[in-house]
């Protein structure tokens, strides 16, 4: 059966007819800088381990090199060789640490609206289509930088994180909720019980932590001051590639549970900037919900990849919109079909540039 771009366009609108959950990852802040990559990461990381390592940690480190510089592994698996815990920290400190200061270069461009957020317009549009039933849209992602929360701020989209408090916040979604909550009394003059109303939000799950989480005093909290300037003593929560000791406190940990029921009770699953590298965030939850229950999909993003592929093999109702093999024309492709559609005067797989096309940007 061949693709039509009438058949395309109406399963894509038909996608939206519900409320999807959404995963956004690197895709989306190498839109706007592609420092925030693991390309330029992984360069940051081979220039600062070049020394002052220990002769296990820098025969571990070689590994990883060698992984690379052979291609037999990307860079998130490559990691997978560091074992040890010194070296663990110290990836996280310098991950961290270069993160946070290109966050650091956005932050306020992006509040003030002067720099855009590339899939800031989307998102939006989303939190306003939400029904009154349902006034939370469940959203993802395993980056560190604080970009989209840049972009909720501009845009005014309010949003939760699961920490509430002051200085410093702490874990517990039921308490972090009631910031998106008021008490409504009845317009009429006989007594009615007032009632909880919710705003329409987000509710922001980031299972890989953040640039401003940290474990402090056996607890998770988020502190935004210390992004660039944590004391000695704290420990920063965040999970990098490949490491085996924070892999496993963050298997233990609150917020991927949490992250796996919201992607449980969900039906509909979009997909930014998203190259299916990551084990940990499409993990057995989602291959229950997208090869088995065979529930509906849609990726948007610049760059098709063989594991890309591989799932859209497997799960029949994900469709993948991405930019040709050589222009940056758009290309639609569903495994029920034997053909890619080729868009030759739009670039969809720009997050603006498909609001406008299908959400009314």
């Not at 085996?244 to 940990?253: F, N, T, V, W």
């Amino acid at each position: 059966m061949e693709l039509t771009k009438e058949i395309a366009y109406q399963a894509i609108a038909e996608f939206f007819t519900e409320k999807p959950f959404v995963l956004f990852a690197t895709g989306t802040s190498c839109a706007l800088d592609l420092n925030f990559g693991m390309p330029a990461l992984e360069r940051h990381l081979r220039a600062e381990l070049a020394h002052g390592m220990t002769e296990a940690q820098a025969q571990q480190w070689q590994q990883v090199v060698s992984a690379l510089d052979a291609s037999t592994h990307d860079f998130e698996s490559a990691m997978d060789f560091i074992k040890d815990d010194a070296l663990t920290n110290r990836i996280v400190e310098l991950t961290a640490s270069f993160v946070a200061n290109h966050d650091n270069t956005y932050a306020h461009s992006i509040m003030s609206g002067s720099c855009e957020w590339p899939a800031g317009l989307l998102v939006k549009k989303l939190v306003e289509a939400l029904p009154q039933a349902d006034k939370q849209l469940h959203v993802a992602t395993p980056n560190y930088d604080l970009l989209a929360e840049y972009a909720f701020v501009q845009h005014k989209i309010p949003y939760i994180t699961g920490f509430h408090g002051g200085f410093l916040r702490r874990y517990d979604w039921n308490q972090a909720k009631k910031s998106v909550q008021s008490i409504q009394k009845g317009l009429s003059r006989s007594r009615q019980t007032p009632r909880v109303v919710e705003c329409k939000h987000i509710r922001l799950h980031k299972p890989h932590g953040s640039l401003n989480t940290f474990e402090w005093e056996a607890q998770l909290i988020e502190c935004n001051s210390w992004i660039l300037n944590k004391p000695e003593g704290v420990v920063r929560a965040m999970i990098t590639p490949g490491t085996a000791k924070y892999q496993r406190l963050h298997k233990d940990r609150a917020q991927l549970a949490e992250y796996d029921t919201a992607v449980g009770n969900h039906t509909r699953f979009l997909f930014l900037g998203f190259g299916f590298n990551d084990s940990q965030l499409v993990n057995n939850v989602f291959r229950q919900k997208l090869e088995q229950d065979q529930c509906q999909a849609l990726l948007i993003t610049r760059s098709s990849n063989p594991r890309i592929e591989e799932w859209l093999q497997k799960c029949p109702n994900m469709w993948l919109i991405c930019k040709q093999t050589d222009s940056d024309k758009s290309r639609i492709y569903n495994t029920k079909f034997k053909n890619w559609l080729h868009i030759d005067d739009k670039e969809l797989w720009r997050f603006n540039d498909f609001t406008n096309e299908f959400l009314g940007g």
